[in-house]
């Protein structure tokens, strides 16, 4: 039997268990994953429905895409969409769905989502990526809040909190592959040390010196486990820490340059022009919060 109570608390009154019969739901207080095993939601495709909670899709397919892609897609990260509530929406009817839908209480969605900006943008289906560990932590609240443990529901708050602020934070473009963190101690002390200064003049010679190894085994190591070059992933620290300060608006495109530790505003903007195939003003202009 489904908790359809929790269910229409977050998906809405009139939905009936025989809507959900070919959905698999996990549901605890605020936050729920359903997931369309046998076939599509019947409650998903009625024309123009909407929701009192925040509705959130991510995509696993390569081709057939539920919403067509709207941005650039990259590897290791899923494609994403938000609806905010009671936006009018329908979805596809998918016999073999590659998605799965989140839905996260309003009040509690925007209490945390306003420890990180001051406003609540209203969401009409915008698209942002996602990372593939998202889904282990989806497949880890799944197999929590079906197996009726003692105390679960200490570890399903906890997860719940953990899964929403990661939502959060892909939506406003900070994404991290945990993968991309190494289990080599020496390397993961490194990557650690190039996130809290690569703002600063950092050299290969200086993070080998730092993993006390030669420049040559620790470019090795380093390719090994990361899956890029420390020159390589030096490089991308620095591009995501000034996508972040480009799309607020207290420091000027130069100050960006130098906190995030280029060594002139024409070197940084060569180096996010081909990352990114625009400028950094052009994508401050785009996607300023």
């Known amino acids: 039997m489904k908790n359809m109570e929790g269910i229409k608390k977050l998906v809405g009154d009139s939905i009936t268990e025989s809507n959900l019969k070919n959905v698999d739901c996990y549901v605890y207080e605020n936050f729920a994953l359903f ?31 539920l919403i067509p892609p709207r941005i650039e897609l990259k590897k290791n990260y899923y494609l994403a969409s938000i609806v905010s509530p009671n936006i009018p929406h ?21 209490s945390q989502f306003l420890l990180y900006q001051n406003e609540i943008p209203r969401y009409e289906g915008e698209q942002f990526l996602i990372c593939h560990d998202f889904l282990k932590m989806l497949h880890l609240y799944a197999f929590e809040s079906s197996k009726n443990m003692k105390n679960g529901e200490i570890t399903l708050e906890c997860q719940t909190k953990l899964l929403t602020h990661w939502i959060i934070r892909s939506l406003l473009g900070e994404n991290y592959d945990m993968r991309s963190v190494s289990t080599n101690e020496r390397i993961g002390r490194v990557q650690t040390y190039i996130e809290l200064h690569c703002g600063e003049d950092l050299t290969v010679p200086d993070l080998a010196k730092n993993a006390n190894m030669s420049v040559s085994n620790f470019n090795r190591l380093f390719t090994k486990e990361v899956g890029m070059s420390p020159k390589n992933y030096l490089i991308d620290v620095r591009l995501n820490k000034s996508v972040k ?29 081909k990352a990114y195939k625009m400028s950094p003003t052009e994508y401050r202009e785009k996607y300023q919060v």
Not at 46 to 51: A, D, L, N, S, T
Not at 94 to 103: A, D, G, K, L, S
């Open 35 to 65: 997931i369309q095993s046998m076939g599509f939601c019947e409650f998903a495709v009625k024309e123009q429905h909407v929701h009192p909670s925040y509705m959130i899709i991510i995509e696993f397919g390569s081709d057939n895409f």
């Open 90 to 110: 329908e979805d596809k009817a998918v016999e073999f769905p590659n998605y799965y839908t989140i839905m996260i209480e309003k009040e509690y969605f925007e």
């Open 245 to 273: 300060l480009l799309r607020r608006n207290d420091l000027s495109v130069s100050e960006i340059a130098e906190q995030c530790g280029f060594y002139s505003l024409s070197h940084f903007s060569a180096v996010f022009k």
